[in-house]
């Protein structure tokens, strides 16, 4: 069984940067795509950026420019640096893993961007 653990996020002024990290454990054969998402409150889950295993990345529109997403192949790890963020960038942020057969989730991280 794979699991995905998030950590990295907080509280942060506007403007302001944070690096999440999103580490996967257990029986891991491969990983293809891992991306980032995430859920504000009252609002449905959306995508925020994703990357493949050779590193092809994709970027929601409203993140382009201040947030990159990058991985660690060997350590199974993936990232996302946010800056420039702003008080609408808050919301709990979910790692997500493509197995292939199946995805997996992490449970999230808590962002939150004061104005």
């Known amino acids: 069984q794979v699991q995905l653990v998030e950590s990295g996020g907080g509280l942060v002024q506007a403007g302001g940067s944070l690096r999440l990290s999103c580490a996967a454990s257990?029986?891991?054969?491969?990983?293809?795509?891992m991306g980032w998402y995430r859920q504000a409150p009252g609002k449905q889950r959306e995508l925020v950026a994703t990357?493949?295993?050779?590193?092809?990345?994709n970027y929601a529109d409203s993140v382009k420019g201040r947030f990159t997403i990058s991985r660690d192949n060997d350590k199974y790890t993936v990232y996302l640096e946010m800056n420039s963020l702003k008080p609408e960038d808050t919301a709990v942020y979910y790692c997500n893993a493509d197995l292939g057969l199946r995805g997996v989730w992490g449970r999230g991280t808590l962002v939150t961007v004061s104005s």
């Open positions: 990357i493949t295993r050779s590193g092809s990345t």
């Open positions: 257990g029986s891991i054969f491969r990983i293809n795509a």
